[in-house]
């Protein structure tokens, strides 16, 4: 997650969105703050310290710590969660038998479908007694209503401090170098908004870049925005990293050389890896995790992608629900360790990756994946050539909204497919709408209503489909 604002006026507009550039930076940096001490104060150093010393770990001694933090987790979710107690007793799991379960026949238990999570998320699934400052945060809900994800002041801390140890440190980074961020915030009103194309945190050192301005006219006041504020590596999205270092290429102009990139939410390509090469000079990893913050998979210094057994256990299975051989590909079931007020137990994060057969040569004893396949979208082209992806944010709060899909017909032309519960509402209607000229600006936007939005012959959903072609 990133530092953001979001400053609602009940006209529906912001407050931030009104303001003068000097303003919104003032904002954005009054906002970092409080971001900052939420993440890394409290429990942070500490967690970070034993995160730390268990890199250490033989095999032995991360299978007895993952047993005993099951065991943890599994008796508090039934002793405070009413969904899992009602759950296990409906599937004969009692209390005394919940005792035996081990991360080996831990399939004796119920999965938790990503609806059941969008449905009981913030009522059944909630412990009864739950830590302090506890705040709901939407995950990236492409496929329609978002899951709302509880994250206490502590338990944020505790998923920072891995954060911060297993993606940042094993990239040679930190959270005191300064930083560009390409994400889904909009920090950069409108659609024909004009440079800079950016924001500043002062607090953090980060420059947030605009995912929906990106196109080759734009991208030297990018740079501008590295260059000003010195910043020593990227993070975001994937592909819109990859879409302005592309643009960045094309034109011919010179980007700051940079210590790494540090890419999320897409996958990653071995074309996107040879564009940041040649475009920053530099390396980048490749990682997994997720809002729903019940595993995490980062790349070493060594260039291999490990699984951190103390964010969580990760299974990985095949459709009859059997573990997967390494080098053959299943979909994740993630039992998250860190999130005792809205336990997710055995839950389908739908996401897809291979295990490797091969250790690594860094000599940590944490599980290897091969690959990481994810979820890839098509890219949304503007008339001026900007490129995006990532629409989810497009139906966030739309509670008619139970699924959703984008098709970009032509390039003044999109059509929005949705699945509703009970009726799209006429509000909702003009929110969508809004929200899709505020990125593309003013174009054909037809919406339509159907009982379900089919799937691909693979069984995979796509939230995003471009019909058009990009401009060369």
Same mark, same amino acid.
């Given at each position: 997650?990133?530092?953001?604002?979001?400053?609602?006026?009940?006209?529906?507009? @912001?407050?931030?969105?009104?303001?003068?550039?000097?303003?919104?930076?003032?904002?954005?940096? !009054?906002?970092?703050?409080?971001?900052?001490?939420?993440?890394?104060?409290?429990?942070?150093?500490?967690?970070?310290?034993?995160? %730390?010393?268990?890199?250490?770990? =033989?095999?032995?001694?991360?299978?007895?710590?993952?047993?005993?933090? +099951?065991? %943890?987790?599994? @008796?508090? !979710?039934?002793?405070?969660?009413?969904?899992?107690?009602?759950?296990?007793?409906?599937?004969?799991?009692?209390?005394?038998?919940?005792?035996?379960?081990?991360?080996?026949?831990?399939?004796?238990?119920?999965? +938790?479908?990503?609806?059941?999570?969008?449905?009981?998320?913030? $009522?059944?699934?909630?412990?009864? @007694?739950?830590?302090? /400052?506890?705040?709901?945060?939407?995950?990236?809900?492409?496929?329609?209503?978002?899951?709302?994800?509880?994250?206490?002041?502590?338990?944020?801390?505790?998923?920072?401090?891995?954060?911060?140890?297993?993606?940042?440190?094993?990239?040679?980074?930190?959270?005191?170098?300064?930083?560009?961020?390409?994400? *889904?915030?909009?920090?950069?009103? *409108?659609?024909? &908004?004009?440079?800079?194309?950016?924001?500043?945190? $002062?607090?953090?050192?980060?420059?947030?870049?605009?995912?929906?301005?990106?196109? !080759?006219?734009?991208?030297?006041?990018?740079?501008?925005?590295?260059?000003?504020?010195?910043?020593?590596?990227?993070?975001?999205?994937?592909?819109?990293?990859?879409?302005?270092?592309?643009?960045?290429?094309?034109?011919?102009?010179?980007?700051?050389?940079?210590?790494?990139?540090?890419?999320?939410?897409?996958?990653?390509?071995?074309?996107?890896?040879?564009?940041?090469?040649?475009?920053?000079?530099?390396?980048?990893?490749?990682?997994?995790?997720?809002?729903?913050?019940? *595993?995490?998979?980062?790349?070493?210094?060594? *260039?291999?992608?490990?699984?951190?057994?103390?964010?969580?256990?990760?299974?990985?299975?095949?459709?009859?629900?059997?573990?997967?051989?390494?080098?053959?590909?299943?979909?994740?079931?993630?039992?998250?360790?860190?999130?005792?007020?809205?336990? +997710?137990?055995?839950?389908?994060?739908?996401?897809?990756?291979?295990?490797?057969?091969? /250790?690594?040569?860094?000599?940590?004893?944490?599980?290897?994946?091969?690959?990481?396949?994810?979820? $890839?979208?098509?890219?949304?082209?503007?008339?001026?050539?900007?490129?995006?992806?990532?629409?989810? &944010?497009?139906?966030?709060?739309?509670?008619?909204?139970?699924? !959703?899909?984008?098709?970009?017909?032509?390039?003044?032309?999109?059509?929005?497919?949705?699945? &509703?519960?009970?009726?799209? +509402?006429? =509000?909702?209607?003009?929110?969508?709408?809004?929200?899709?000229?505020?990125?593309?600006?003013?174009?054909?936007?037809?919406?339509?209503?159907?009982?379900?939005?089919?799937?691909?012959?693979?069984?995979?959903?796509?939230?995003?489909?471009?019909?058009? %072609?990009?401009?060369?």
């Amino acid at each position: 997650m990133s530092t953001y604002l979001v400053l609602e006026m009940s006209s529906g507009e @912001t407050i931030y969105r009104h303001s003068p550039l000097w303003m919104q930076n003032l904002l954005v940096s !009054a906002y970092g703050y409080q971001w900052k001490q939420r993440r890394f104060g409290g429990v942070f150093a500490v967690e970070y310290a034993k995160a %730390k010393q268990r890199e250490n770990f =033989t095999a032995l001694n991360w299978k007895a710590y993952q047993q005993e933090q +099951l065991q %943890k987790i599994l @008796t508090h !979710a039934f002793e405070q969660v009413p969904y899992y107690k009602e759950s296990f007793l409906q599937h004969g799991i009692t209390h005394d038998l919940l005792k035996t379960i081990t991360t080996e026949n831990i399939n004796l238990l119920p999965v +938790l479908p990503k609806e059941v999570l969008r449905k009981y998320g913030a $009522t059944s699934l909630l412990a009864g @007694t739950r830590e302090k /400052g506890g705040s709901f945060f939407a995950s990236s809900g492409s496929t329609g209503t978002p899951t709302q994800i509880l994250f206490s002041h502590a338990m944020h801390q505790r998923w920072s401090a891995l954060f911060e140890l297993r993606i940042r440190n094993w990239a040679g980074l930190n959270i005191n170098m300064p930083r560009g961020m390409i994400g *889904g915030r909009r920090v950069v009103p *409108g659609a024909k &908004s004009k440079p800079p194309f950016y924001r500043y945190n $002062t607090v953090e050192k980060q420059v947030y870049f605009s995912a929906y301005h990106i196109n !080759a006219k734009n991208a030297a006041d990018y740079i501008e925005g590295m260059k000003k504020y010195k910043i020593e590596y990227m993070t975001g999205y994937a592909m819109s990293n990859f879409f302005l270092a592309r643009f960045i290429k094309e034109q011919g102009i010179e980007a700051p050389q940079l210590k790494a990139l540090v890419t999320s939410s897409e996958k990653l390509t071995d074309e996107m890896r040879q564009v940041f090469k040649e475009v920053y000079g530099c390396k980048t990893f490749d990682g997994w995790s997720g809002l729903e913050a019940c *595993g995490l998979i980062s790349e070493c210094e060594h *260039g291999s992608l490990h699984i951190s057994p103390d964010a969580g256990l990760l299974e990985v299975l095949d459709d009859d629900m059997q573990p997967v051989s390494p080098g053959i590909a299943g979909t994740v079931y993630c039992t998250g360790f860190l999130n005792y007020d809205q336990p +997710l137990i055995r839950y389908n994060i739908g996401d897809k990756i291979i295990l490797s057969e091969y /250790g690594c040569s860094c000599g940590r004893a944490m599980p290897v994946v091969k690959e990481i396949l994810g979820r $890839t979208e098509d890219v949304i082209i503007g008339k001026d050539g900007r490129e995006m992806v990532r629409f989810h &944010s497009i139906f966030n709060g739309l509670k008619s909204v139970k699924q !959703a899909q984008v098709i970009q017909k032509s390039f003044d032309d999109i059509l929005i497919k949705v699945v &509703s519960d009970g009726g799209l +509402l006429k =509000t909702e209607a003009v929110m969508i709408n809004s929200r899709i000229e505020s990125q593309l600006g003013t174009i054909k936007i037809i919406i339509e209503e159907v009982p379900e939005i089919p799937l691909t012959a693979n069984g995979k959903f796509r939230a995003v489909i471009s019909e058009i %072609k990009r401009i060369n």
